[in-house]
């Protein structure tokens, strides 16, 4: 079939899509990507099409919507939006993050949970996709006010939730306090101590590495794409945005693998730092952000660094480009500066961080471009590694988990190297939508028309 016969299909597609999910921006963006990519593989493969696989796997499994009142410390009643997309559990338990930030909508959950049934294929794990959170605004508000909130939030959530039906986890927003709160919620209302969540406390459940693993796993990831081409991060000049956790352990992977992190960000502006962000000055970062909730600027002030307000740090020279925010941080004219300036490694941590220009750029550039499925796969395999050490009672060793983390991006990178290489070059992108494809549309089939 020639490739307009293609776009012709994905565009009929998408206009279903639209139409059914009306101002769900983001979700089409992510349905989009993947569509292109599956469109000539299904067409190849017809018995998907026939048992409608596309279609089903666009539709979640089931959406709930609720309400979260709470009292803030002036014992003032607020109200939040609360949501869970269980998005497809063909494979496992639904398995995905739980995001608090004031932009939360039904279409950026939608999207995140689309993509994460192809990224939690792709780990190999067994485990489906779900994803879900809440408008609320963590920033500015006190502990007792952050409990309060968590505690109204799994007063609903308990009963759509468990260790076999549907394991949150942390993402934008929730780290280990909100996870703490939501855990001991969930413990008190069913009364029992299960591996309902994911990021637990080492104390009570949680998995050593869990906190570093999306981190960890983009750098593991970057580094197998290097080697492709003989190379490695020893020597190379790294820009980074985000400040939070997953900026936080890239950071800190990248500088022992001899690499150079030169930029780190928060939504307000970028700090650019040309002698490198070192061990002692991200353990500055790491109180900065996680302990004294403060905001990036003041690295600037306490190092004597460049400080960027209102900027994104893609203008700045690198070799690679870790994305490690939000959702379409780099758009067309980003990726085109990144590029003229050299740099040819992108690995996303963050989820959907390119815009469709920007990976149009990165692809026809053919430079070694990682999308957020593959790339960030190691924060939701460590969780997955937790769920089996809660199952069986047992925890490993720092050195066991890393190890296991550091195998499952060489088996993920090996995945879309499978499904993506054309000649010399490797289209990530395709190679992670089909690799994280195939197993979740056997198992489909496999269990019949549900
Ligand atoms: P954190 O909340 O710890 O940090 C988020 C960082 O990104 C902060 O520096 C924040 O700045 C910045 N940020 C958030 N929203 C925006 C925005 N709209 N514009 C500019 N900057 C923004 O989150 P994580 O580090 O956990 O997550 C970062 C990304 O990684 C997300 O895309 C997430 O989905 C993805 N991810 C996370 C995983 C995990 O294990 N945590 C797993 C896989 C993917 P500020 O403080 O100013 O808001």
Redesign the pocket.
């Known amino acids: 079939m020639a490739n307009n016969a293609y776009e012709a299909l994905v565009k009929e597609f998408m206009a279903k899509i639209i139409a059914k999910n009306p101002a769900e921006t983001e979700f089409h963006q992510a349905v989009e990507e993947v569509v292109e990519s599956l469109v000539p593989y299904i067409e190849e493969n017809p018995k998907y099409k026939a048992a409608k696989i596309l279609e089903r796997i666009c539709e979640p499994e089931r959406v709930i919507l609720f309400r979260i009142p709470w009292l803030d410390d002036k014992g003032e009643v607020q109200v939040n939006k609360g949501f869970r997309i269980e998005m497809n559990s063909a494979i496992g338990p639904y398995k995905g ?1 739980l ?1 608090f ?1 004031p ?1 939360v909508n039904l279409g950026i959950l939608k999207f ?1 949970a689309f993509e994460q049934v192809f990224k939690n294929s792709l780990t190999t794990l067994p485990m489906g996709g779900g994803k879900g959170g809440s408008d609320f605004d963590p ?1 500015g508000k006190s502990d007792n006010e952050v409990m309060h909130f968590c505690q109204s939030f799994m007063s609903e959530l308990f009963r759509h939730v468990g260790p076999n039906t549907d394991v949150p ?7 280990g306090r909100e996870i703490g709160f939501l855990f001991g919620q969930y413990k008190r209302l069913r009364n029992e101590f299960t591996g309902v969540l994911t ?1 637990k406390g080492r104390e009570w459940g949680g998995s050593l590495i869990r906190p570093e ?2 981190g960890y796993g983009a750098t593991y990831f970057a580094e197998e794409m290097l080697k492709t081409r003989g190379e490695s991060i020893k020597g190379k000049v790294v820009a980074i ?7 936080q352990f890239a950071t800190e992977k990248v500088t022992e693998f001899g690499g150079k992190v030169v930029t780190l ?4 502006g970028y700090i650019y730092d040309p002698n490198g962000i070192d061990k002692e000055k991200l353990e500055y970062v790491m109180h900065l ?1 996680n302990i004294k909730r403060g ?2 600027k003041e690295y600037a002030e306490k190092y004597g660094v460049e400080y960027h307000e209102g900027l994104r740090p893609w203008g700045v020279k690198c070799d690679i480009a870790m994305p ?4 379409n ?1 780099i758009n067309g004219d980003e990726a085109k500066t990144l590029v003229d300036n050299g740099c040819y490694v992108i690995s996303e ?3 959907m ?1 390119s815009t469709p220009d920007a990976v149009n750029i990165f692809l026809e550039a053919r430079i070694l471009y990682g999308p ?1 499925k593959a790339a ?1 796969a190691g ?2 395999a460590v969780s997955g590694l937790e769920m089996s050490q809660n199952s069986l009672r047992l925890s490993w060793t720092r050195e066991e988990v890393d190890s296991k983390l550091h195998q499952i991006m060489k088996d993920i990178h090996a995945t879309c190297e499978k499904f993506g290489r054309d000649g010399d070059f490797i289209d990530y992108v395709q190679g992670a939508n089909i690799g994280g494809f195939v197993k979740v549309a056997d198992a489909m089939m496999a269990q019949g028309v549900v």
């Open positions: 993050g995001r930030h932009t995140l920033k986890a942390g993402d934008i927003g929730v780290g990021g693993a999306t945005s985000g400040s939070g956790n997953v900026a960000s928060d939504s307000s952000k905001r990036i490690c925010a939000t959702q941080e941590g963050a989820n961080p957020g960030n924060g939701v």
